[in-house]
Nanobody, 124 residues
Framework: QLQASGGGPVQAGGSLRLSCVLS????????MAWFRQAPGKEREFVAA????????SLVDSVKGRFTISRDTAKNTVHLQMNHLRPEDTAVYYC???????????????????WGQGTLVTVSS
């Protein structure tokens, strides 16, 4: 239902842009988000964006480095990641949900559609 892409290897300080495309089945979702899961760790919230008005939220550890944006014409959400650090290494997942309850944006349980994940590896 969601197609994520853009991951890969990168050196510390470099940049990557992740993309997530909604399918026709998920067009009615109202919020899209990126989560990440590092080896041996739980999935954690990275960023979310309202598809209707573009309001965004990012976890503190990526503020000033990552930007989330939407392209409504292409039903796509991007995560621009700059100044990458080794601790950003993880599988990144995009999710979509339809309730648009701001307080739940950072909760993975709020999302009912997920992409397959794309691996980001940052080397020092």
């Amino acid at each position: 239902q969601l197609q994520a892409s853009g991951g890969g290897p990168v050196q510390a300080g470099g940049s990557l842009r992740l993309s997530c495309v909604l399918s026709e089945r998920t067009f009615r979702r109202t919020v899209m988000a990126w989560f990440r899961q590092a080896p041996g760790k739980e999935r954690e919230f990275v960023a979310a964006i309202s598809l209707s008005d573009g309001t965004a939220s990012l976890v503190d550890s990526v503020k000033g480095r990552f930007t989330i944006s939407r392209d409504t014409a292409k039903n796509t959400v991007h995560l621009q990641m700059n100044h990458l650090r080794p601790e950003d290494t993880a599988v990144y997942y995009c999710g979509a949900e339809g309730t648009n309850i701001r307080s739940s944006w950072s909760m993975s349980t709020a999302y009912d559609y997920w992409g397959q994940g794309t691996l980001v590896t940052v080397s020092s």
